[in-house]
T-cell receptor
Framework: AQKVTQAQTEISVVEKEDVTLDCVYETRDTTYYLFWYKQPPSGELVFLIR??????QNEISGRYSWNFQKSTSSFNFTITASQVVDSAVYFC?????????????FGKGTSLLVTP | DAGVTQSPTHLIKTRGQQVTLRCSPKSGHDTVSWYQQALGQGPQFIFQYYEEEERQRGNFPDRFSGHQFPNYSSELNVNALLLGDSALYLC??????????????FGPGTRLTVL
């Protein structure tokens, strides 16, 4: 069973629009970690954020913000005032401590295209 | 501060051959994980090495094997290559953190094409 679902396969926005990337996860663990990574066309996965299951505070970093809601098992990512350089594939990932806690289970990714 | 490095960048092999991919972790990291990313998919966990031993393994056949050296660098070996092994192979490094999950930092990947 897929543990991380990113229902949006592709999103296209015009520069300066806000965009939200959805991530829904599934786990029976009470302790787990959630991540977002960005993969530009070059292929390298770039780490964006790490959240543990006990910290539901939303986080803002510049134009990026994350909304973690355990009640809906969601960890959504919003880019405010998008820019062309934000074009990439974005992956949400889950790590479960009970499962040795080492493997990252990735969603299938959301491809974001920002046009001028 | 050097990040995660991988070699080679690209590789072309034929079915049945064997391949070795290499990874050097980020400075200060002691743990290396390998992932396979097929086109249009998310990365799939192959295995993780710590203290020169395989600590956890994903759902991959025994044709996939690895090694970690005393300097923490790692190799991924794939025997009897199949067409389906064509993918981007990503190496990630982290700092061992028992009972928790440290952030994994990824290298640029090795693009393997099997003909």
């Amino acid at each position: 069973a897929q543990k991380v679902t990113q229902a949006q396969t592709e999103i296209s926005v015009v520069e300066k629009e806000d965009v939200t990337l959805d991530c829904v996860y599934e786990t029976r663990d009470t302790t787990y970690y959630l991540f977002w990574y960005k993969q530009p066309p070059s292929g390298e996965l770039v780490f964006l954020i790490r959240r543990n299951s006990f910290d539901e505070q939303n986080e803002i970093s510049g134009r990026y913000s994350w909304n973690f809601q355990k009640s809906t098992s969601s960890f959504n990512f919003t880019i405010t005032a998008s820019q062309v350089v934000d074009s990439a594939v974005y992956f949400c990932a889950l790590s479960e401590v009970s499962n040795s806690g080492y493997a990252l289970n990735f969603g299938k990714g959301t491809s974001l295209l920002v046009t001028p | 501060d050097a990040g995660v490095t991988q070699s080679p960048t690209h590789l072309i092999k034929t079915r049945g051959q064997q391949v070795t991919l290499r990874c050097s972790p980020k400075s200060g990291h002691d743990t290396v994980s390998w992932y396979q990313q097929a086109l249009g998919q998310g990365p799939q966990f192959i295995f993780q090495y710590y203290e020169e031993e395989e600590r956890q393994r994903g759902n991959f056949p025994d044709r996939f094997s690895g090694h970690q050296f005393p300097n923490y660098s790692s190799e991924l070996n794939v025997n009897a290559l199949l067409l389906g092994d064509s993918a981007l192979y990503l190496c990630a490094s982290s700092l061992a953190n028992w009972g928790s999950t440290d952030t994994q930092y990824f290298g640029p990947g090795t693009r393997l094409t099997v003909l």
